[in-house]
């Protein structure tokens, strides 16, 4: 089989969608080498990394990167050619993992992952212009997608609500699992936190931005200090991302900068070492397609304080402490009881190894190839529309 897989987002300062594709390709590479990868460091013009694939190339193989583009505008007149199936060499499937969508496919089957429709539920999380790529990709894979990889049941059924046309039985739900192998990696302290002692900071994971909602968490963590909480600082691992400018202000006008520390993007050996000595993970999210950083957190044995919502209860299962993130004070108490109460603590370090321990890459990678078998013996959506069968 001969794949076109795209891995534009897999550079350096990746995030949830790169992870995926990352850790996806790795583990087909593994359990299925007789298969031709071809890879693309660049698809459509959404996104595009300059420095991609010569600062983190994959691991040789039976792979072969594809035209490399100078500029985003160079890519996207690659990609927005009406004969792009000849000059990908005719591949069997492209596999979209970037929320960019391509319709001029004629034989080739098109997989599109789909991630989320945070931009949609709620606006304010992102930038107008993430906003209208984002759903323009999305939009374009309800008509030109053959299937649709959904990460969670509940992104699965985002996507059926906004595109009932869509069919039901073209969208399969595939789990992403978490970038680390080894789950008994020690990991390497961050220096920020040479002076904080392990095992006595909560830990929240994730870019700094509307949707993560530290905001709330700077909130309930302040009501929890002024409830007489522990003074264990709250660490916020994570780079800065869109629409939180003020966040500074935020915890300054809290009165708990002092408290916070802030050790901007980590590497991941730095992250291992935060999940396994951190005293507990909170994660109050307002949406999320999966949710990584509680699924790694559990994996190293962090004790897990998460959202009730979208997909956060299939990842977590019964492992978590499930909260409403906008529930300050219940965080605030949840938080308390949790610092004064070792044995739930331990209880939830435990569940959430087994947990974990649930989703695992090579059974994900052995369900993506299968699906690339099925979408070859199913004939093109826009023949079916034609009810040519």
Not at 48 to 54: K, S, T
Not at 232 to 256: Q, R, S, T
Not at 267 to 296: H, K, M, Q
Not at 317 to 327: H, K, N, V
């Amino acid at each position: 089989m001969h794949i076109a897989f795209d891995i534009s987002q897999t550079g350096s300062d990746k995030a949830g969608c790169g992870y995926f594709a990352h850790a996806m390709l790795k583990a087909m590479l593994e359990i299925s080498p007789e298969h031709l990868f071809a890879l693309l460091p660049s698809f459509g013009d959404f996104y595009f990394d300059p420095f991609l694939p010569l600062l983190n190339p994959f691991p040789a193989g039976n792979t072969r990167y594809e035209k490399m583009h100078p500029t985003r505008a160079s890519a996207g007149i690659f990609w927005k050619n009406n004969d792009l199936e000849t000059l990908l060499e005719k591949p069997d499937i492209v596999h979209s993992n970037n929320f960019w969508c391509p319709v001029q496919l004629v034989s080739s089957r098109l997989i599109y992952t789909f991630y989320d429709l945070a931009f949609i539920v709620e606006p304010a999380w992102t930038t107008e212009t993430n906003r209208v790529g984002s759903f323009e990709g999305v939009f374009r894979s309800s008509i030109a997608a053959d299937w649709i990889v959904a990460i969670s049941k509940a992104s699965r059924r985002y996507y059926l609500d906004t595109f009932p046309s869509f069919p039901e039985d073209h969208i399969r739900v595939i789990y992403p699992c978490s970038r680390f192998a080894d789950p008994s990696a020690t990991g390497k302290r961050p220096k920020v936190l040479e002076a904080i002692q392990s095992g006595n900071f909560w830990l929240n994971v994730g870019t700094i931005e509307p949707r993560k909602n530290q905001r709330k968490l700077a909130e309930a963590y302040a009501r929890y200090l002024a409830l007489g909480g522990p003074k264990m600082p709250l660490v916020l691992a994570g780079g800065k991302g869109w629409l939180m400018e003020d966040f500074k202000k935020h915890l300054a006008d809290l009165g708990i900068t002092s408290s916070v520390v802030m050790t901007g993007y980590v590497s991941d050996e730095e992250l291992i070492w935060l999940y396994r000595n951190c005293y507990a993970n909170v994660y109050p999210t307002l949406f999320e397609g999966f949710g990584l950083p509680v699924l790694e957190g559990m994996q190293f044995g962090a004790p897990t304080l998460t959202s009730e919502t979208s997909s956060i209860p299939e990842v977590a299962g019964d492992a978590a402490l499930l909260l409403d993130p906008e529930d300050v004070e219940e965080w605030a108490q949840t938080l308390l009881r949790v610092a004064t109460d070792r044995d739930e603590r331990d209880y939830l370090g435990i569940a959430g190894k087994m947990q974990a321990a649930k989703f695992d890459w090579k059974q994900s990678a052995s369900s993506l190839l299968d699906l690339y078998d099925e979408a070859l013996q199913t004939p093109k959506r826009s023949l079916l529309h034609h009810g040519i069968k």
